[in-house]
C-alpha cells in the first residue's frame, strides 16, 4: 500500500521501497532543520554559559553563604558586647545632653537675677 499519487511515494512500491522512501524523506527534513539546529545551539551554549556566570552564580554563593552561617551557629558573643558598648555610648549621651540643658537653664536663671528664671523679652 502506498501514498495517494502527487505523494513522495507511488502507489504499487513495495514495503522495502516505502520503508526506504519514508527514511530518506526523513534524513532529508532532518538534515534540514540539523542545518538550523546547529548554529542555534552553538549560540546558545555560550549564553547559558554567561547567565550562570553573571547571574545564577551570585545567587548560589548567597544561598550557600546564609545556609553555611546558621549550620555554624554564628558566635554572638562579638555581636553582644558591640550593642552593649553601643547602648553605653548612647547613655552617656544622654546624660550629657541633660547636663548641657541643666547648665543652660542654670545661666539663663542667674543672667535674669529672678528666682523664677523667667527672662525679659527686650521689645521690638
Known amino acids: 500500500m502506498g501514498i495517494a499519487p502527487?505523494?513522495?511515494?507511488?502507489?504499487?512500491?513495495?514495503?522495502?521501497?516505502?520503508?526506504a522512501g519514508v527514511s530518506t524523506l526523513l534524513h532529508a527534513r532532518l538534515m534540514g532543520e540539523l542545518g538550523i539546529l546547529i548554529p542555534l545551539i552553538g549560540v546558545s551554549i555560550p549564553l547559558v554559559v554567561v547567565a550562570g556566570k553573571?547571574?545564577?552564580q551570585p545567587?548560589?554563593?548567597?544561598?550557600?553563604?546564609?545556609?553555611t552561617t546558621q549550620q555554624a551557629g554564628v558566635d554572638?558573643?562579638?555581636l553582644m558586647q558591640r550593642l552593649a558598648a553601643?547602648?553605653?555610648?548612647?547613655?552617656?549621651?544622654?546624660?550629657?545632653?541633660?547636663?548641657?540643658?541643666?547648665?543652660?537653664?542654670f545661666q539663663r536663671k542667674l543672667l535674669s537675677?529672678?528666682?523664677?528664671?523667667k527672662t525679659e523679652k527686650t521689645g521690638s
Open 6 to 19: 502527487g505523494g513522495p511515494l507511488r502507489t504499487g512500491d513495495s514495503a522495502s521501497g516505502t520503508a
Open 54 to 56: 553573571f547571574i545564577v
Open 59 to 67: 545567587i548560589v554563593q548567597a544561598i550557600t553563604k546564609v545556609s
Open 76 to 78: 554572638p558573643g562579638p
Open 86 to 105: 553601643t547602648e553605653e555610648r548612647l547613655d552617656r549621651l544622654e546624660r550629657t545632653m541633660r547636663q548641657i540643658g541643666e547648665e543652660q537653664d
Open 113 to 117: 537675677g529672678r528666682p523664677g528664671g
